[in-house]
Each structure stands twice: as C-alpha cells, then as structure tokens.
C-alpha cells in the first residue's frame, strides 16, 4: 500500500542552511521510493512567484504584506500543495505560514490576531507533518549571508534586532507544537544536520 503524501517545511532566520538540507531530503526520500515535489513560499506558482518579487522588492503596509503572502499561500495551497498531497506526493516546502508569524507578527508587530484570522481563511485544517526549524544566532546567519555574497532582499536587510525578534517567534511557536517542529542546532556543519533529519525521519518510519 502506498503511503499518502506527507507535509514537511523548512523553516529559520535567512542564512540558517535550509536550502541544502531541502536538496539532501528530496534525495533521500526519492532513493526511498517516495516521489517528491520541493517548492517554496512566498512563490511556488507563477502568480506567488510574482507576488515573491513584489514582497521582496518593494515597501509596503504590513497589512499589505501579511494578506500578500497568505495570497501568494492560498495559490500554491490550491494548484500545488494540496493536489501533490492527495495524489500522494511529499511535499517539501522551503517557508510555510510559520513564517508569517515569525516574520510579520515576531518580527515586525503584526498583530497575532490578523494572522490567526488569515490562516483561518486560508488553510483551516492543513497543518504541516513535519517543521525543522533551522535556529541560528542571527549574528552567525549574518556573517554567512555576507560570505555567500548574494545581493540582500528587504527582509535580508533588516536589523539584527528584527531577527532576533524573529528567531525568538519560531522557538516560541516550536515549543507550543513540540510533536510538530524539530528544532536543529543549524550552526554546525552540513553533515552533521543531514544526519539528524534523517533520523528524525526514521523516527518516524518516513526514511
Ligand atoms: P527565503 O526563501 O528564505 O529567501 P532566500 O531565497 O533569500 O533564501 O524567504 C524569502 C523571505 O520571505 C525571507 O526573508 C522570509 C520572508 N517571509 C516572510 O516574511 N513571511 C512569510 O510568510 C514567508 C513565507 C517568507
């Protein structure tokens, strides 16, 4: 019998590793057998895609982004997501609404409330399998976003305050959920976190 298609999100401050790991995780699930779809949020369609430029490019209210990013989500929720699940695809997504509440709410005082209201909307029953959350002291991620050379977006340029502020809502949200999140130690080396996801995963009999 086959498995139905699982959830799983990467989730953590810019520069925690993440991109890697999603690379490493497809592999090991496709040698498993399983087929996988890797895609990322905000972005993920053409449309969330366009969304995904005008949300890292341009100002705006934070009202404006907060329901952009639950746009974007609600579009790849409908033509991805959701259609690769019940056809039983795994799903690896890079950022799903966790990141809304760590960014726009931890990190730039959205109210809780309106993301409550707007994930209510968007996906009232769909909760990720699985969330690693890649924590990192936004000093180190600082220090490895400069070495990777990449010219930063909006919210790469914020301040280190803005990502602690951020990384402090991830935790938070990590340990209200403690089935859900797995939380990596994402300052040690590459091999060393592979190993640990796959564990976590096997845990779980999924590898
Ligand atoms: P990411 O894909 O990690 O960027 P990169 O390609 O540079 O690694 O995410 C893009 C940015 O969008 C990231 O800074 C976090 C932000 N973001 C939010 O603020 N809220 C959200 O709901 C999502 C999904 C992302």
Redesign the pocket.
Known sequence: MKISGRFITFE????AG??TQITLLAEALRARGHDVLCT????GTELGERL?EL??GMEMHLDT??ML??A??REHLAAVIEPALAAGTWVVC???????????VG??GLEAARCDALEAWVHPRLKPDLTLLFDLSPALAATRMQANG?V?????REQREFFER?RAAYLDRAQREPERFHVIDAAREPGAIAQEIAAVLGERAWL
Do not use: H, I, N
């Open positions: 953590g401050v810019d520069g993440k991109s990322r949020e905000p972005g995904r949300l890292l982004e907060a990013m639950f974007a989500r890079d950022r799903f609404t966790d990141a809304t509440y760590a960014y726009q990190g730039r990449a930063p977006d909006r919210f790469e951020v």
